[in-house]
């Protein structure tokens, strides 16, 4: 994630990081070429029936491909702030959760330190498998030897690490060491911890139609390579500078749209897992009174993992 001041005068002409014009620069570098080449014919050769070609027909096709791409990135941001608040609900039932077991649960055999060193692995393990890294290898470091050898070859580390924090609290609730009903409390964090595993995932593995990003995909293509043809009698040198802004803007917003579908992988504008997951990591810690406590992650470059 860009993290940033909102830039002014002239900053808006030339900030690259956090921008797009990176990832679009080749499409719309391929545009303006193209314009140049058009408005060269329309100018310098003889006449060949591009001047006879009206703008009117672009017109319509651009107001059409702009509500269609209005309404994907209104989706594919609906999908990245969906990611944010699951995230956010995670710091929320991890910290409550350390808040409860810290005050109802007797600690005799270091049952505390172990569920807060779960709960920071379980973090760790959901954003490594979010964003297709060695899950296990994420949450080895906070577990202990035993832990390690039930986790096994499990493959949804996560859920497996909640299980441990169930078992945990199913072995003090036998021992008398929790109540019945404190326990019901204590086991719907995890329920609720569950549940935002399986909001992250079902963002990750269902990405928007193909088939409609296909046709975005397409029109916009369409569009900015024949609208040169269609300025160019009106326009004639202009042509480029146009077409290259209206190219800007179309393949901007589509590309946009394709970094926030997916909002946990490593674009700059996707969410800051790492960042979120040293939060829950140092509130875990903290609620432990172990110190010292690991620094907050801070924007490199302005952008925050």
């Not at 963002?203 to 029109?219: D, E, K, N, Q, S």
């Not at 997951?277 to 490199?300: C, K, M, N, Y």
Request: charged share 20%; with cysteine.
């Amino acid at each position: 994630m860009i993290i940033r001041p909102r830039p002014h005068g002239w900053q808006l002409l030339y900030i690259l990081r956090g921008s797009i014009v990176k990832a679009i620069a080749p499409k719309v570098l391929a545009i303006l070429i193209l314009s140049i080449a058009v408005a060269a014919v329309v100018e310098l050769a003889p006449p060949t029936g591009i001047e006879r070609v009206s703008v009117t027909p672009f017109t319509l096709l651009g107001l059409v491909l702009s509500i269609f791409l209005s309404f994907r990135n209104s989706a594919c941001y609906e999908r990245w702030w969906e990611g944010r608040k699951l995230w956010g609900q995670l710091v929320y039932e991890s910290r409550s959760l350390a808040r409860q077991v810290n005050l109802l649960l007797a600690d005799d055999t270091g049952r505390r330190r172990r569920i807060a060193y779960l709960t920071t692995a379980f973090a760790h393990a959901l954003a490594g498998r979010l964003r297709g890294r060695i899950v296990a290898l994420m949450a080895l470091p906070w577990l202990d030897k035993r832990q390690r050898e039930q986790l096994g070859q499990r493959e949804n580390v996560p859920d497996a690490l909640l299980s441990m924090i169930a078992a945990e609290l199913a072995q003090a609730l036998r021992a008398g060491d929790l109540d019945p009903i404190l326990y019901t409390q204590l086991e719907e964090r995890l329920h609720a911890m569950s549940s935002i595993q399986a909001g992250c995932e079902r963002i990750l593995t269902t990405p928007l139609p193909f088939a409609y990003t296909l046709l975005l995909h397409r029109c916009a293509w369409m569009f900015c390579v024949l609208l040169p043809f269609g300025l160019a009698s009106s326009l004639g040198w202009g042509t480029p500078v146009l077409s290259a802004v209206l190219a800007y803007a179309f393949f901007g917003l589509d590309q946009l749209g394709e970094e926030m579908e997916d909002p946990f992988g490593l674009e700059p504008n996707d969410l800051p897992l790492d960042a979120l997951v040293r939060t829950i990591e140092i509130d875990q810690l903290d609620a432990l009174g172990e110190r010292p406590l690991p620094e907050p992650l801070l924007p490199q470059g302005y952008l925050l993992q």
